[in-house]
């Protein structure tokens, strides 16, 4: 069988809005033509409760995928007792939930939304199997899960390989082989026996193979972070279950460069000249209104600080022919303090709610061990993002009776 895999589409970025839209499509619409089973790990759109107008627009690209003929592959979902969970959806475009579409349990997520409409299947906390000419394919989801949470979230699940079947186990979390922080589970650490491993969450592709376990990140399709490994295309991925062949093919992408320049002591005057040769080095190469990141290192000339270095003439004469951002990292006093804790946190792969999410959650256990009252962390977050919610969220925390204690 052939499965076709695109991954973090982040639908509706805002400073990329049009390409989040534009490069899923090529990539949906590619996967969808050449393959029997389609599958995205998550971060389907970029925000977890996106506007109205990115849902319509989502809808409308999804329903390439609705409205395909599969039937006329040969494919089709089966059940069998070992499928079990909760999934939403027959249709073979198959899907779990990451960290920027994640919602407390209660509350309905984008990717929910989507599996209700019909246009995907939702895996997030199932098993589904389709079957094409005698052969199955099982697809094992695990939705995008706290780090903090992930090992016992794993052990509760339970997951396990189906018989007779080519078992894909689909999730969305910090693989610490690829990003080494503290925080994140490893390859090991993941259920044995499946013949894929397929990760969402982290932008650069990889494809490794230790231990008898084979791991595949697609990468995202849009440029969100900047990052130098960005740089390369951003790619759908074919799986042929049959041969066992891994191929990612490119997509018409947004092209990226990623400029680093280094300077000791430097007069304001040769930091803008040596900016204006490397950018002009990069448009030379006569792509279509690229993105170009400039990453300014090292010391300005004493007595000077970096604020009085002016870069502003630089978007004012490039503005027009690129998407533009220079980043003024040159030394100042107190600088490399704050540089060195935001970095740790983006090593982290930590989102600003995840960061605010871990620091409630501490203060409110230390609160609830001094006698306080619990609360759900995550469902605290969620209600805080509506203003209307402010004044009952203030009254059941101050309130003495517990959240979950049934009315009288």
Not at 64 to 73: I, L, Q
Not at 204 to 214: A, D, P, Q, S, V
Not at 383 to 392: F, K, R, T
């Amino acid at each position: 069988m052939i499965i076709g895999i695109l991954s973090d589409t982040h639908l509706g970025y805002p400073r990329f809005y049009e390409d989040s839209f534009a490069q899923f499509d090529a990539a949906f619409r590619a996967a969808c033509d050449a393959s029997d089973v389609v599958i995205l790990p998550g971060d389907i759109f970029d925000t977890k409760v996106p506007r109205f107008e990115v849902i319509a627009q989502a809808m409308h690209l999804f329903e390439y995928g609705r409205s395909k003929d599969w039937t006329a592959k040969g494919v089709k979902r089966i059940r069998t007792d070992e499928a079990k969970g909760d999934v939403v959806g027959d249709l073979p475009v198959v899907a779990i939930h990451g960290t920027h579409d994640r919602r407390s349990k209660e509350m309905i997520n984008p990717v929910q939304l989507l599996a209700k409409s019909g246009f995907i299947t939702n895996v997030s906390d199932g098993v589904v199997v389709f079957e094409k000419d005698g052969e199955k394919v099982a697809i094992h989801g695990f939705g995008g899960t706290p780090e903090d949470e992930v090992h016992e979230a794993l052990k509760a699940r339970e997951l396990k390989p189906i018989p007779g079947a080519y078992n894909i186990l689909v999730l969305h979390q910090t693989i610490t082989d690829v990003i080494p922080v503290a925080q994140g589970i490893t390859l090991e650490d993941l259920p044995p026996g499946f013949d894929l491993y397929l990760n969402g969450h982290i932008h650069k592709r990889h494809l490794i193979k230790r231990n008898g376990r084979t791991l595949l990140i697609p990468g995202s399709t849009v440029i969100t972070q900047l990052k130098k490994e960005e740089e390369e295309p951003r790619a759908w991925v074919r799986l042929d279950t049959g041969s066992k062949e891994i191929k990612f093919i490119d997509i018409g992408s947004r092209p990226f460069h990623h400029i680093e320049l280094s300077f000791e002591k430097a007069e304001p005057a040769n930091i803008v000249d040596r900016c204006r040769k490397e950018i002009d080095a990069a448009l030379s190469k006569g792509e279509d209104v690229p993105i170009i990141r400039v990453q300014l290192k090292g010391s300005v000339k004493e007595g000077l600080k970096r604020e009085n270095i002016d870069l502003s003439s630089l978007n004012d004469l490039y503005g027009d022919q690129c998407y533009l951002q220079v980043d003024n990292d040159l030394d100042s006093q107190g600088l490399k303090a704050k540089m060195e804790s935001l970095r740790k946190m983006y090593e982290q792969k930590m989102s600003v709610r995840e960061i605010g999410v871990q620091m409630l959650r501490q203060k409110l256990d230390a609160a609830k061990a001094n006698g306080g009252k619990g609360v759900d962390v995550e469902r605290l977050m969620d209600l805080l993002q509506d203003d209307d919610n402010i004044d009952s969220l203030i009254e059941e925390i101050t309130s003495k009776k517990p959240t979950d204690e049934p009315a009288a």
